[in-house]
């Protein structure tokens, strides 16, 4: 009997790349692979990569080197925004011969595969072929009833094979012209899914999870109008035609007031925001009890004259502002933030209006990044570089900060209570002890009675009892009842 080929997928990076790793092991599994653990040999690798700072990019290339080195009889492919950016840069890293190293987009890995090199990783089969045809994803680009870009919405995972938390994709791209960021060049103009699908794929995931992340390059832009071509005649013989996505021009906040209405019991979670787009009608949707009191903002800076010079759209007025109407609706939600510190030009002056900020809003978390210069950005060319040793510092001082603040904000929550999903059982296998995330996004170590058959995905009523120990854990906590 002939073994079917197996796979392997490495993701780094963002959400949106968790959640599209997993649309192509859903669809690997579907087409008849096996999935290979973490180590073991593989038939094809994947490796789905990041391009948002430099280093991103030195890990991606570190990874690649090492599955080449350590996987001699692998074929690997590499795609996600690094590769759409740099794919000549990326295939010289392959001196093998024959060559192994392959760089392609997402929406083409099965189709590539099943044209290259499947009848030789399947030992000349036949049969996982004929499932990649029926099960491949990239066919069609027709949503009920919109044409998008090939590739921005057929992922769609049924399952999820990493994350007992589900995700769902409602947006792409970005119209933002941030003068740092190289995301919106790899993933185009912001588009949205239209909102009956968003709604569809939320009670399919309704069925099997607690749980769905809303996620994006930048889900505040959901619902702006994105026109888009059907193939034309070169592609495909089928006449022009245009059609407007998202027919009912939902912005973000009137999709999640669709979905609460229309779901019954799924919670909801949302990625990253953006600050001005925060205002007293959007708080007073996500006040819902089944929205997760945990909110992540692309802040970057609190500095107005760094933010004019990122091409941010906010001052320091409309930060402080959003954090206050957020605290506003939710009992002391988990707010972080993003930060970039040694941006061109940014004086001790302008660091300090950012790091005083941030320490009167008192975050939960800070995700502080230094600046990283992007091929193709226009901050690229900006002179008066910060040196590195003054960014070291300023990251260094970030960092205190943003532990200072997620042991405050554990502190004010041990003796409450808070909602926790299952992720896994204990790898020590110790009875009475599982692991989770509060509602709140605390990392959690759950003790119970041993009688407990506490399984992935399942939310519990805990108590929080104390810091934790380690960094495996943020808290750990007391199981009170199921929810």
């Keep these: ?21 997993e649309a192509i092991t859903d669809t690997f599994l579907k087409a008849g692979f096996t ?47 690094y590769a759409q950016l740099d794919k000549d840069e990326l295939q010289k890293l392959d001196d093998g011969n024959p060559q192994r190293l392959y760089i392609i987009k997402k929406d083409e890995i099965l189709e590539f595969i099943s044209k290259n090199f499947l009848e030789e990783i399947s030992h000349g089969g036949t049969e996982a072929q004929s499932l990649i045809n029926e099960n491949n994803p990239c066919k069609s680009v027709k949503i009920s009833g919109h044409y998008y870009p090939s590739g921005q919405f057929e992922f769609n995972p049924e399952k999820f094979s990493s994350h007992t938390r589900s995700f769902l994709k409602i947006q792409d791209g970005c119209d933002n012209k ?29 069925k099997n999870h607690a749980e769905a992340v809303l996620t994006g390059v930048n889900i505040c832009q959901y619902g702006k109008k994105i026109l888009t071509t059907e193939d034309t005649e070169e592609h495909g013989g089928r006449e022009s035609s245009r059609d407007i ?5 939902f912005n973000l906040a009137e999709l999640l007031d669709y979905l609460l209405s229309n779901t019954e019991k799924i919670n909801i979670r949302l990625s990253s925001l953006e600050p001005e787009s925060i205002n007293e009608d959007f708080v007073k949707i996500i006040s819902h009890k089944r929205i997760r009191p945990h909110f992540h903002l692309s802040v970057q800076s609190c500095s107005e004259t760094v933010l004019k010079r990122m091409g941010r759209n906010y001052n320091s007025q409309i930060i402080e502002k959003t954090v206050t109407l957020l605290r506003s609706v939710k009992d002391d939600p988990f707010i972080a933030c993003d930060i ?24 939960a978390w800070i995700h502080v990044f230094p600046y990283s210069k992007r091929k193709g950005t226009p ?19 970030f960092t205190g900060l943003a532990e200072k603040g997620k042991i405050a904000y554990i502190q004010r929550w041990l003796g409450r209570e808070a909602d926790v999903i299952v992720e896994n059982r204990n790898n020590d296998k110790k009875q009475g002890v599982c692991y989770g995330v509060t509602e709140n ?11 407990h058959d506490l399984k992935p995905g399942e939310v519990f009523r805990c108590r929080v009892v104390k810091k934790g120990k380690n ?3 943020d808290v750990e906590t007391v199981l009170m009842r199921r929810v």
Aim: hydrophobic content about 35%; proline content about 2%; charged content about 30%.
């Design 35 to 81: 999935a290979a653990q973490s180590g073991e040999s593989a038939s094809v690798i994947v490796i789905n990569t990041c391009t948002v700072t430099s280093k991103a990019d030195q890990k991606a290339r570190r990874l690649i080197r090492k599955v080449l080195r350590d996987y001699p009889d692998s074929q690997v492919i590499v795609t996600g925004c």
């Design 1 to 21: 009997m002939k073994k079917n080929p197996s796979f392997l997928i490495q993701t780094l990076g963002c959400k949106l790349n968790q959640l599209e790793s």
């Design 471 to 473: 960094k495996d854990y």
């Design 340 to 363: 970039i510190t040694g941006f061109p030009g940014e004086t001790k002056n302008e660091f300090e209006q950012t790091y005083k900020l941030c320490q009167k809003l008192d975050f």
């Design 178 to 206: 941030c003068t740092y960021c190289r995301i919106r060049l790899a993933r185009g103009q912001s588009i949205s899914l239209d909102a009956e699908e968003v709604l569809s794929r939320l009670r399919m995931l309704e």
């Design 379 to 397: 901050a690229y060319s900006f002179k008066e570089n910060v040196t590195d040793n003054e960014v070291k510092k300023r990251v260094a001082l």
């Design 245 to 249: 996505i998202n027919n009912k021009n």
């Design 441 to 451: 996004y605390l990392k959690a170590l759950v003790l119970h009675n041993e009688d």
